[in-house]
């Protein structure tokens, strides 16, 4: 298990490495100058000239690479030349809102989805797996926006349940602000995960490790909750994390449906005022979040399953 | 090994004193109104501590029969008919609570295959630990010992480190051994085995049906061993049940089936056997003619006759009952052929039900149908000695053959 965990994790450096290559020269290479739109495209070419020696700008590439890679080991991100601020300030600030509410969409997709599959996958082709299958599909077939404005309107304006939008930290805000957007999220994750481990758990249901613990007379919910779904789990796992991924700095839609000040919506802000070096940053840590959760699954996978370790080794 | 079941009260005498008897039990797939029948009318008795085989082809129904005991058989397949009687409680009716303490404590079950009967994930531990705090209510600590235990008493050697692997980690001659542990840990009175060596190499094989007559002489459990391999069966069992077609079609002692099969059927399933002497030997044993029964074949008659050598017009309408092979000595046990002895030609009358008597009725040519069927097997097989890369190597003289059919198909 040692051998695994450095070899993923030297995996994973040898990403971070490429990625930060990657944000740095396709951000350089896009045309459209940051200073110009700084300066509301009315500054002097001396102006304009002066901004970019202040900002380095003006220097190599590769110069201006390096003192980006140093500045990402240290943690200096640079400064945000349209909101004349540390990046990583900004950053910060936008940062806690997106990863509690993907966090918290994900504990939703769980405990709605789990059960859910626990059940439709005991009685296959029943009314209730039937019914589970409909109704997942309808809240799946629905877009995020929507489904967004919906539970809005039912539980903000006619319940008044929570608020209709906003963002509040602590305990109590995060709960009374981010849950509907959680739900927003959940909903859609939930489907995935009623849909993949349904399958599974029927196919593993079958075998005969199954029938054996039956055989020893272990009780149904020890039989599928022990067994079954430890060997079932997997391929949820595996899609979650891919639609997690696509989720980190893609949470922009819930995020302006609930007005929720996030790093999603932060990204869509700093690409349209052509801010090189917050774009960069939130491609960067973006990128990293990924690299991370696709290393958290694989290591989570070869807990639950010992023969992983083996396979890639 | 039939010394030790002498030894043991209510084996002489299985049917008055059985610790299970099948009755009647009727095994259907597919729909209800068309239903295809696998198992029919299928009896069996297991006395305490007695190790009865159950042999058959694949698709006899074999694996079938042993799975209803348990009430192990998965949809869209159900048993429709008969009884399971286990010490007097009919498993069969059981509900569900009755039915998983039955499981857990009188009977157990190992399986063909012992790498996908071990849950993967899992390791040895916490199978054994699971079982026995589930099914014998132990402590965490007490379960620990005496898993170590019991993998010390099915020979693995190490148990303490063994406890800690995981399936993959172990040979298939091991897992079958922690199967045997495991299915074993609550001390049940009756191990189903369905096919416990056929996954396994033939040394792996003897040393794990040595372990299953040690463990039935030190619990005094009962066996149920299903098989496709006569060895295996005459290895370890007292008596054996012959399946065909979803029928038993005869019972009785293991010498006596051995030495003066009763049935057709037995008689071609034994011919089929390779022996020691016959490595090496260019003339291949012959196998059975034709193919068996398809589910959807529905026979009036007995359920062999298609194939068998010896039969008569009779036989196509002759209900399959098993009947006593001879009345003065109810522990020869029953065949369910008609025609007695059938190794001696002549007509038969299904109505009287009598069997021709073998002085006076003359021998008479075989009909038809079957002479065909032995001609094309004998050109069969005379085709198969032509090659000589087909004899069987020493190693596999104990394999049968005719299980071999399904896939020459």
Redo the contacts between chains.
């Keep these: 298990m040692t051998l695994y965990v450095l070899r993923r994790l030297a995996l994973s450096v040898g990403v971070l490495f490429g990625l930060a290559v990657v944000t740095f020269f396709m951000i350089h290479l896009v045309p459209g100058d940051p200073v110009q739109l700084a300066l509301g495209g009315r500054g002097t070419p001396e102006a304009v000239a002066e901004v970019r020696g202040q900002l380095g700008l003006d220097r190599p590439l590769l110069t201006q690479f390096g003192d980006f890679l140093g500045g990402v080991v240290t943690g200096d991100l640079g400064l945000s030349v349209a909101q004349n601020a540390p990046v990583t300030e900004i950053i910060g600030q936008r940062l806690a809102p997106s990863a509690i509410l993907i966090v918290y969409g994900l504990f939703v997709a769980l405990v709605i989805g789990v059960p859910l599959a626990i059940i439709a996958a005991l009685r296959p082709n029943g009314v209730v797996d039937n019914g589970i299958r409909l109704v997942t599909t309808f809240a799946f077939a629905m877009p995020a926006f929507w489904l967004g404005l919906m539970l809005a309107l039912i539980f903000g304006l006619s319940l008044k349940w929570f608020p209709v939008s906003g963002y509040e930290s602590g305990i109590g805000g995060i709960l009374r602000t981010l849950t509907l957007p959680a739900v927003t999220l959940g909903l859609s994750l939930a489907v995935v995960v009623v849909r993949t481990l349904r399958s599974s758990l029927l196919e593993v249901l079958?075998?005969?490790?199954i029938?054996?613990?039956?055989?020893?007379?272990?009780?149904e919910w020890?039989v599928v909750g022990?067994?079954a779904l430890?060997?079932a789990v997997m391929a949820t796992i595996t899609v979650l994390s891919v639609d997690i991924g696509f989720l980190i700095g893609g949470t922009v839609v819930v995020e302006s449906v609930f007005q929720i000040p996030g790093a999603g919506s932060l990204l869509v802000e700093s690409v349209r005022a052509r801010d090189y070096e917050l774009v960069q940053a939130i491609a960067l840590i973006a990128g990293a979040a990924v690299v991370l959760l696709s290393l958290a699954t694989d290591l989570l996978q070869a807990t639950?399953?010992?023969?992983v370790r083996?396979a890639k080794r | 090994m039939t010394a030790v079941a002498q030894d043991l009260p209510g084996v002489a005498d299985a049917t008055t004193d059985a610790l299970l008897s099948v009755d009647g039990l009727r095994v259907e797939f597919g729909p209800a109104d068309a239903p295809l029948v696998a198992v029919k009318d299928v009896g069996l008795t297991i006395a305490p501590g007695e190790i009865v085989g159950l042999i058959g082809e694949s698709g006899s129904g074999k694996s079938l029969t042993c799975r209803s005991i348990?009430r192990?058989i998965?949809a869209p397949g159900r048993v429709t008919a008969g009884t399971v009687d286990f010490e007097g409680r009919d498993v069969l009716a059981m509900s569900s609570k009755e039915l998983?303490?039955?499981?857990?404590?009188d009977?157990?079950?190992i399986?063909q295959?012992p790498f996908?009967?071990?849950?993967?994930?899992?390791r040895i531990g916490d199978h054994l630990r699971?079982?026995l705090r589930?099914?014998r209510g132990m402590s965490k600590a007490e379960a620990r010992a005496e898993g170590i235990a019991l993998l010390e008493r099915v020979g693995i050697p190490d148990p303490e480190r063994r406890y800690l692997s995981?399936p993959?980690e172990l040979s298939g001659g091991m897992r079958q051994r922690v199967?045997i542990a495991?299915?074993t840990?609550?001390r049940p009175r009756l191990l189903l085995a369905d096919e416990p060596t056929t996954a396994l190499d033939v040394t792996t094989q003897a040393q794990i049906l040595d372990l299953l007559t040690d463990m039935r002489r030190e619990l005094g459990m009962a066996v149920l061993v299903v098989s496709h391999d006569f060895g295996v069966i005459a290895q370890v069992c007292d008596r054996v049940c012959v399946m065909y077609g979803g029928h038993v079609v005869e019972t009785g002692p293991v010498e006596r089936i051995y030495a003066d099969p009763q049935h057709p059927y037995t008689k071609a399933l034994l011919d089929s056997v390779p022996d020691m002497e016959s490595a090496g030997n260019p003339v291949r044993r012959e196998g059975i003619p034709g193919y068996p029964p398809e589910l959807t074949d529905v026979l009036p008659g007995c359920v062999f006759a298609p194939r068998c050598a010896h039969a008569r017009p009779g036989c196509t309408s002759v209900p399959m009952v098993l009947q006593p092979v001879d009345a003065a000595a109810p522990d020869a046990g029953s065949t369910a052929c008609p025609v007695r002895p059938f190794s001696v030609g002549g007509p038969f009358d299904p109505v009287a039900g009598s069997p021709p008597d073998p002085v006076a009725v003359p021998v008479s040519p075989q009909p038809a149908a079957a002479t065909a069927a032995m001609t094309a097997a004998e050109t069969a097989a005379r085709a198969q000695t032509g090659d000589p890369g087909d004899l069987p190597a020493p190693g596999e003289a104990r394999i049968t053959q005719p299980t071999d059919q399904e896939s020459t198909r």
């Design positions: 079958q075998t005969e490790y029938d054996a613990a039956r055989s020893r007379g272990l009780g020890r022990r067994h430890r060997n639950i399953d010992p023969r083996l | 348990m192990l998965g998983r303490d039955f499981r857990a404590h009977v157990g079950m399986y295959d996908s009967s071990l849950n993967p994930v899992m699971e079982t589930a099914n995981y993959h199967m495991l299915a840990a609550s």
